[in-house]
């Protein structure tokens, strides 16, 4: 076991003094990939693990691949807005598509920081003596109004540069943690324990639970906003690159820990990871607390600048940057005592997944105005899927 710490521990370290070298750190395109990547990994891998586990066992890794697949698909007619955008070839119908595309992000983005806030409460609390539902969510409420003051106060300029050092914390902790995993594996086959679990929900159950797991690969439309910093074809690029690297660690991650558990054998919660953890090797808890906190209040603090920088636009700055910043802490709090994680989880994909309904929407509409039938179609077909998601994406039960 010291052995397995020893390698965890190392192979964590160099990957995070290669992120943080200075030719990435100065690379124009690892600096494109960041936003995207620290969203789309930024929550999923603290609670796919369990769930996908608990929910549909061997299948678990197929489940995965339907989630990036969807989001895959997405992200494609999210480029096309923007390669669109770029050669101004848009009917008028798409730019007031746009508009309503605009507001629906601006609320998905609320249900959004509750989401990560409610998980970094969770974890926060995970570890110490007072692990209560009730301690985690009266942590959550209190860095909702840390924040609240800060935006309110100062702004967010001091915390911009969080971003880039979480996601490299957090790409170097997810490293060791595969390896402490692959060591795990090992042991099982030579044991002989492998588990080939049954999945416990099938049919629309299953199909409206992935439904409702969207959120969890959501982060990829954030390039779509990017233009001030970057052109269109290095935007997509990054989107292309961050969606490509997503899934390679979360398909590893998740067949990883598909075959290595029995049913049972962790007691399920927003927090199972942990306890998955503490049985491939103790130092991984640790790191994945840090990780985890350090993840979410970056995730929280981007996605409540985006919010408040939204609205002030969408409104004429008849609503100004601070006051939705109250407005988002505001129905954040009450979703946190309303709400356990699970079921924000499921709002939070439902909200994203009709924001990628409406771009989805703009991305047929101009496909047809430009002549291009096949294409349009296809997309229309996607909008269906959409809609879908949206009606009938639901929470993980027990949580």
Request: net charge positive; hydrophobic share 55%; aromatic share 12%.
């Amino acid at each position: 076991m010291q052995y397995e710490n020893a390698a965890i521990a190392a192979v964590t370290l160099i990957v995070l003094a290669a992120l943080f070298s200075p030719r990435i750190t100065a690379s124009r395109n690892w600096r494109a990939l960041i936003t995207p990547l620290a969203s789309i990994i930024g929550s999923g891998f603290l609670v796919l693990g369990p769930i996908l586990n608990d929910s549909y066992g061997a299948w678990a890794p197929l489940l995965m691949l339907f989630l990036c697949a969807a989001a895959w698909a997405f992200g494609a007619a999210i480029r096309c807005n923007i390669a669109a955008i770029e050669a101004r070839t848009r009917p008028p119908a798409a730019e007031r598509l746009e508009h309503l595309a605009s507001w629906v992000l601006a609320f998905a983005y609320i249900i959004s920081v509750a989401y990560y806030l409610n998980l970094l409460g969770a974890f926060g609390m995970r570890l110490t003596p007072w692990n209560t539902p009730h301690n985690a969510r009266l942590l959550t409420t209190a860095i909702f109004l840390f924040i609240l003051a800060v935006g309110w106060i100062r702004g967010f300029h001091a915390m911009e540069r969080m971003e880039e050092y979480s996601v490299g914390l957090k790409l170097a902790v997810i490293a060791g943690m595969l390896v402490g995993l692959v060591f795990f594996l090992a042991e099982k086959v030579k044991e002989g324990g492998l588990s080939i679990n049954p999945a416990s929900i099938t049919g629309w159950e299953a199909l409206t639970l992935a439904f409702g797991l969207l959120i969890t690969v959501q982060g990829f439309e954030t390039t779509r906003y990017l233009g001030g910093a970057y052109d269109a074809r290095t935007r997509i690029r990054a989107m292309i690159h961050a969606q490509a690297l997503s899934t390679v660690i979360y398909v590893v991650y998740i067949a990883l820990i598909a075959f290595v558990f029995r049913p049972g054998e962790v007691p399920f919660s927003e927090t199972g990871i942990i306890d998955m953890m503490k049985l491939v090797a103790p130092i991984l808890p640790y790191m994945l607390i840090v990780a985890a906190v350090a993840a979410q209040f970056s995730a929280a603090v981007a996605d409540t600048a985006g919010a408040g920088g939204l609205f002030e636009e969408l409104t004429r700055r008849r609503l100004r940057e601070r006051d939705a910043y109250a407005l988002l802490v505001a129905i954040g709090i009450t979703l946190t005592w309303a709400a356990n994680i699970f079921e924000i989880i499921a709002y939070a994909s439902r909200a994203f997944a009709l924001y990628y309904t409406v771009q989805a929407t703009i991305a047929a509409v101009t496909a047809w105005h430009r002549g291009k039938r096949a294409k349009a179609l296809l997309l229309a077909l996607l909008v269906l899927l959409g809609l879908a998601i949206t009606l009938f994406g639901r929470a993980v039960e027990g949580g």
